[in-house]
């Protein structure tokens, strides 16, 4: 490997994989979070999986790992994002690289704080642009040194879904994000579910489509 990397868990495609898929996790949990999603939203195993790890210990011995510290919710501390996002994104490139997958072959997704690092990867300035971003319950960060650029990538397709009464992102950010996104040009499939901070079953089955609507563009 030709980069530092993140502690991860890679689930492997049926065959050659025709893309990748890459899940973020939520604060507090760690690699082995999202991983049994892997195969639910690509059941074929048309892509090879990867599910990260975190780079920082949870503050006070909490437990579990998270991709920043948190002074308000909406605005990641900017030092510790900063840090993990070069991380994290130097991370997958170099992975992706090494799997001679490009970025245009590739979903990215993610949960709570892995959402928010999931958009700040998918719309960073000058980032390759990802196949699709799969956001559940987060937010499209704000960090003094950093900026989205949606209007550089208005063809990315973006599925939001996010718990109407979510008491620890609330639904609004995911609104704006929704509306920012729009107003960009992007197209943007947007669930609110009745829930709260977490992934609605129901949404399960038409995440699943839209990963695979997304890798039938992979194949040769």
Same mark, same amino acid.
């Given at each position: 490997?030709?980069?530092?990397?993140?502690?991860?868990?890679?689930?492997?495609?049926?065959?050659?994989?025709?893309?990748?898929?890459?899940?973020?996790?939520?604060?507090?949990?760690?690699?082995?979070?999202?991983?049994?999603?892997?195969?639910?939203?690509?059941?074929?195993?048309?892509?090879?999986?990867?599910?990260?790890?975190?780079?920082?210990?949870?503050?006070?011995?909490?437990?579990?790992?998270?991709?920043?510290?948190?002074?308000?919710?909406?605005?990641?501390?900017?030092?510790?994002?900063?840090?993990?996002?070069?991380?994290?994104?130097?991370?997958?490139?170099?992975?992706?690289?090494?799997?001679?997958?490009?970025?245009?072959?590739?979903?990215?997704?993610?949960?709570?704080?892995?959402?928010?690092?999931?958009?700040?990867?998918?719309?960073? &300035?000058?980032? !390759? /642009?990802?196949?699709?971003?799969? =956001?559940?319950?987060?937010? +499209?960060?704000?960090?003094?040194?950093? #900026? @989205?650029?949606?209007?550089?990538? &208005?063809?990315? !397709? /973006?599925?939001?879904?996010?718990? =109407?009464?979510?008491?620890? +992102?609330?639904?609004?950010?995911?609104? #704006? @994000?929704?509306?920012?996104?729009?107003?960009?040009?992007?197209?943007?499939?947007?669930?609110?579910?009745?829930?709260?901070?977490?992934?609605?079953?129901?949404?399960?089955?038409?995440?699943?489509?839209?990963?695979?609507?997304?890798?039938?563009?992979?194949?040769?």
């Amino acid at each position: 490997m030709s980069f530092d990397p993140l502690v991860h868990i890679v689930r492997e495609a049926s065959g050659e994989p025709e893309g990748a898929l890459v899940l973020l996790h939520g604060r507090g949990a760690d690699e082995h979070d999202l991983t049994s999603l892997l195969d639910v939203l690509d059941p074929e195993r048309r892509l090879v999986g990867i599910t990260p790890g975190a780079p920082l210990p949870g503050p006070g011995g909490s437990g579990g790992r998270w991709w920043y510290m948190v002074p308000r919710v909406g605005y990641p501390d900017p030092a510790t994002f900063h840090a993990t996002y070069a991380q994290l994104t130097a991370f997958l490139d170099g992975w992706l690289q090494d799997r001679a997958i490009p970025w245009e072959r590739t979903i990215l997704g993610g949960f709570s704080m892995g959402c928010v690092m999931s958009y700040a990867t998918g719309l960073g &300035p000058r980032r !390759p /642009v990802p196949a699709g971003i799969l =956001a559940m319950s987060g937010f +499209i960060p704000t960090v003094e040194g950093w #900026d @989205a650029e949606p209007e550089t990538r &208005p063809e990315l !397709p /973006v599925l939001i879904a996010h718990g =109407a009464r979510d008491p620890v +992102i609330s639904v609004d950010f995911a609104r #704006d @994000a929704r509306d920012r996104l729009e107003a960009a040009g992007l197209p943007v499939e947007y669930h609110e579910h009745p829930g709260a901070h977490h992934l609605d079953p129901r949404m399960l089955p038409r995440m699943a489509e839209w990963v695979a609507e997304r890798s039938a563009q992979f194949a040769p």
